[in-house]
């Protein structure tokens, strides 16, 4: 393991809860479009523990180069090479595909840019497909715990635009794309698994 290669603790602590409700939900043969891929961990340890996926990462362009180095160096040859993808410039850089992943952007997106992550899904995703959400989310406006409220002070502190979504505003906004929230798991350190269907 190079040492040197971007590292986030967060995907470490959450990769095998969240890799055993992506082993049920993409549960099928099909190709997984990741938005925000980030440092790369998760695409590696997901593709790797599930061999019928083709995975494809994509990051905004000025994140893309994070996942490169561990990418190349896992050479899992269900991972695509990661490709530039700012959710706000349509069309996509993806055509069809089964299934749609995205950790930990919701907060970190400015609204608008949610939007546009849900577009963009929305237009590629098939019939039979899914979309997984994972994070921290509100209900009702309403935090879920201490924790995500100090998390969405820091967050806003930062940048005004972020903040932790509301998971009724995403319903709402889903159906607007031919989507619909179908589950709603509870995850480790008050996060959830969103799944978005057709
Ligand atoms: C907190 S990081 C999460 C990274 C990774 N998914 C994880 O769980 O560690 C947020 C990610 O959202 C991406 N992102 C932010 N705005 C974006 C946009 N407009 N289009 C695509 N990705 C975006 C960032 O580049 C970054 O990779």
């Known amino acids: 393991m190079n040492s040197h290669l971007p590292y986030s603790q967060a995907c470490e602590n959450n990769k095998a809860p969240i890799l055993e409700k992506l082993r049920e939900i ?5 190709t997984v479009v990741e938005i925000g891929t980030g440092t790369g961990q998760h695409a590696e340890h997901f593709a790797a523990a599930l061999p019928h996926l083709q995975w494809q990462p994509t990051d905004h362009p000025r994140a893309a180069h994070l996942a490169v180095a561990r990418l190349q160096q896992a050479a899992l040859p269900n991972v695509l090479p990661i490709l530039e993808l700012d959710v706000n410039q349509m069309p996509w850089p993806v055509s069809a595909c089964r299934w749609a992943f995205s950790a930990n952007t919701a907060h970190i997106m400015a609204w608008e ?7 963009g899904v929305g237009a590629c995703l098939q019939k ?11 209900h009702e406006g309403g935090f879920t715990s201490e924790s995500n409220k100090a998390f969405d002070q820091s967050l806003k502190a930062k940048a ?3 903040g932790i979504r509301d998971i009724e505003d995403l319903s709402v906004l889903a159906e607007t794309t031919g989507l619909a929230l179908k589950d709603d798991y509870a995850m ?3 996060n959830e ?3 978005f269907r057709r």
């Open 193 to 195: 698994m969103l799944i």
């Open 26 to 30: 993409f549960n099928a043969p099909g």
């Open 128 to 138: 039979d497909g899914a979309f997984c959400l994972y994070g921290p989310f509100k």
């Open 188 to 190: 480790p350190a008050n």
């Open 160 to 162: 005004s635009h972020m």
């Open 113 to 119: 840019e949610v939007e546009t992550m849900f577009q």
